[in-house]
């Protein structure tokens, strides 16, 4: 397939925070962009004021930035399309979009995690709805929305089973202070930015337990493990998970509270449910739903996963989080 020209427009289907900061670095460099939101009110708001104030404050809209509340209008208006909305809303909006979708169209995505009915990753939830003539991408890596909004240097990975798409969509990211890798694993792209929301809870569960950096460490090592195993018994290759969409994200969101997740983990150690927890943090906590779709894909694929059983037990079954600690401390001695 040919690639979009550089100067042709991409959309951008999702204006929360992420979203937001997506929209804002691929106008940067003066290239059509087009930023929708499901929310009039919300959107009305983006187009008055030039930034979202709502989730992303003080990161201004470049002027090749154009806001869109008509859905169809904006599906319409471009060949490539980046959707930026929580797992959970990720098959009814490739349902909404998928009638009006152009010829030669090509979809990319930054959603993370697996879908909680299905336990599928969202690449196996768009061929679904869209079929597999349409050219696919995954965004991911290492970042926060608000350093990217901010310009602040970044790196992330750009994953597609085409090579011509996902550089195509990694030049149009990459500029000043931004830069974007590339790769063709998908599956383990996927399940790198599904599982580390997991994971981040049960940092902030141990950091607000006052457990301390060794603690810390040994949570995000072993969680590594626990990635690395899941994803290759889903067919994902071992190495990706050695990189920014491993590795780099996990180490990210399990020590910076700009985590949501690590947040909510938080709140957790300190008493909160997890209903009260959610509420206080007033934004989606990923890793809350997530922790239930990997606990059922483990449970399917027989695979072990220690540290995101016992999040798993903390968030959905009510479990202390001291004895979830107590329970992964008592367990057999083996190899490492």
């Known amino acids: 397939m040919s690639a979009a020209p550089a100067s042709s427009t991409c959309v951008v289907l999702g204006a929360g925070s992420w979203g937001t900061a997506l929209a804002i670095q691929l106008a940067r460099l003066s290239r059509p962009t087009v930023l929708w939101g499901r929310d009039p009110a919300h959107v009305a708001a983006l187009a008055r004021q030039r930034s979202n104030e709502r989730y992303l404050p003080q990161a201004e809209f470049p002027d090749s930035l154009r806001i869109e509340a008509d859905l169809v209008a904006a599906v319409r208006s471009a060949p490539d399309l980046l959707i930026s909305v929580?797992?959970?809303?990720?098959?009814?909006?490739?349902?909404?979009?998928?009638?009006?979708?152009?010829?030669?169209?090509?979809?990319?995505?930054?959603?993370?995690?697996?879908?909680?009915?299905?336990?599928?990753?969202?690449?196996?939830?768009?061929?679904?709805?869209?079929?597999?003539?349409?050219?696919?991408?995954?965004?991911?890596?290492?970042?926060?929305?608000?350093?990217?909004?901010?310009?602040?240097?970044?790196?992330?990975?750009?994953?597609?089973?085409?090579?011509?798409?996902?550089?195509?969509?990694?030049?149009?990211?990459?500029?000043?202070?931004?830069?974007?890798?590339?790769?063709?694993?998908?599956?383990?792209?996927?399940?790198?930015?599904?599982?580390?929301?997991?994971?981040?809870?049960?940092?902030?569960?141990?950091?607000?337990?006052?457990?301390?950096?060794?603690?810390?460490?040994?949570?995000?090592?072993?969680?590594?493990?626990?990635?690395?195993?899941?994803?290759?018994?889903?067919?994902?290759?071992?190495?990706?998970?050695?990189?920014?969409?491993?590795?780099?994200?996990?180490?990210?969101?399990?020590?910076?509270?700009?985590?949501?997740?690590?947040?909510?983990?938080?709140?957790?150690?300190?008493g909160s449910t997890a209903a009260a927890a959610q509420k206080s943090i007033g934004q989606v906590v990923e890793g809350m739903q997530a922790s239930r779709a990997v606990r059922d894909v483990a449970t399917r694929l027989s695979v072990e996963m220690p540290i995101c059983e016992q999040v798993y037990r903390v968030v959905h079954e009510g479990a202390s989080p001291k004895d979830a600690v107590k329970e992964l401390m008592s367990r057999a001695l083996k190899p490492e």
């Open 86 to 270: 929580p797992s959970h809303a990720l098959r009814s909006l490739l349902e909404e979009i998928a009638p009006h979708l152009a010829g030669g169209a090509r979809v990319s995505w930054a959603t993370k995690g697996f879908e909680l009915a299905s336990g599928l990753l969202p690449h196996e939830v768009v061929t679904q709805v869209l079929g597999e003539r349409v050219p696919t991408a995954v965004v991911s890596g290492p970042t926060f929305a608000k350093e990217v909004g901010a310009g602040l240097p970044t790196a992330m990975t750009v994953a597609a089973s085409d090579a011509t798409f996902a550089n195509d969509l990694a030049l149009r990211l990459s500029g000043v202070n931004f830069r974007a890798y590339t790769s063709t694993d998908m599956v383990g792209v996927e399940t790198g930015g599904a599982i580390k929301n997991v994971l981040a809870i049960g940092a902030g569960i141990s950091d607000g337990l006052g457990f301390g950096a060794n603690t810390r460490i040994a949570l995000i090592t072993r969680g590594l493990v626990e990635m690395t195993r899941l994803g290759v018994a889903l067919g994902a290759n071992k190495d990706t998970f050695m990189g920014l969409a491993g590795l780099g994200d996990l180490v990210l969101t399990c020590t910076d509270n700009q985590s949501r997740n690590r947040r909510f983990g938080l709140a957790l150690a300190s």
